[in-house]
């Protein structure tokens, strides 16, 4: 069983376009995050949820928008695509201070 | 706001050599943690280290946690190829409300036979 899974593994898209990445996990922690690594494997929290409550909301464009629409999932929305938001992001969640991460959203705009 | 940095970026070793990686915080930690991520995967938690001072060794690995909470090293003995992949540190402040993790900037090890 995985722990912390996302969809899609990886997405390819166009300039302008919407689109959405899925997590879930299955290990009952409160809170879940979202991370983007970019090019250089820097990995730099986005958002952070706990019990589906926005806690940490850094300086992130607000064409990224996360939902959280019950504990075990925290879902990404990202409107008008820029060359700029290719990167790995990340799902994770923890129940104390451990982070356990989900395998990658490889994302390529075009 | 907070940085984490982390010397080197790169290093490439022969098998056998030793390695050492530094983290360095800008501002005092409650806590430090520790994540491998291996090429094309995810990071992967390894330890925490929270007291003043704390050392802590899991087989060729040890993690130093400084004095002031504000700095701390993992040294790696003997490298084998199965260590490749890069490591980062993550600094834990708490927030009030929450616990903040702020990853270092990484480095990344090559081993080579």
């Known amino acids: 069983d995985t722990a912390v899974s996302q969809t899609p593994k990886y997405l390819v898209t166009q300039m302008g376009n919407d689109k959405s990445i899925k997590c879930e996990q299955n290990?009952?922690?409160?809170?879940m995050y979202w991370y983007k690594q970019d090019s250089k494997k820097f990995l730099k929290i986005m958002f952070s949820?706990?019990?589906?409550?926005?806690?940490i909301n850094e300086t992130v464009p607000n064409r990224f928008s996360p939902k959280s629409p019950d504990k075990a999932h925290l879902n990404l929305h990202i409107n008008s695509l820029e060359l700029g938001d290719s990167a790995v992001y990340f799902c994770?969640?923890?129940?104390?201070?451990?982070?356990?991460f989900g395998p990658g959203t490889r994302l390529l705009v075009l | 706001g907070q940085q984490v940095m982390q010397i080197p970026q790169y290093q490439h070793v022969q098998e056998g050599e030793d390695f050492t990686t530094y983290c360095n915080s800008s501002t005092t930690l409650s806590n430090i943690q520790w994540y491998k991520q291996r090429p094309g995967g995810h990071p992967v938690f390894l330890i925490q280290l929270v007291k003043s001072g704390e050392v802590k060794k899991q087989k060729r690995l040890t993690f130093q946690f400084g004095e002031a909470k504000k700095n701390s090293s993992l040294h790696i003995t003997a490298t084998q190829t199965t260590d490749v992949g890069t490591y980062f540190c993550a600094g834990s402040i708490n927030t009030g409300t929450a616990s903040k993790l702020t990853f270092g900037t990484g480095t990344r090890l090559q081993v080579t036979l």
């Open positions: 290990l009952g922690h409160d809170t």
């Open positions: 994770a969640s923890s129940q104390t201070e451990t982070q356990y």
């Open positions: 949820y706990n019990n589906k409550e926005l806690i």
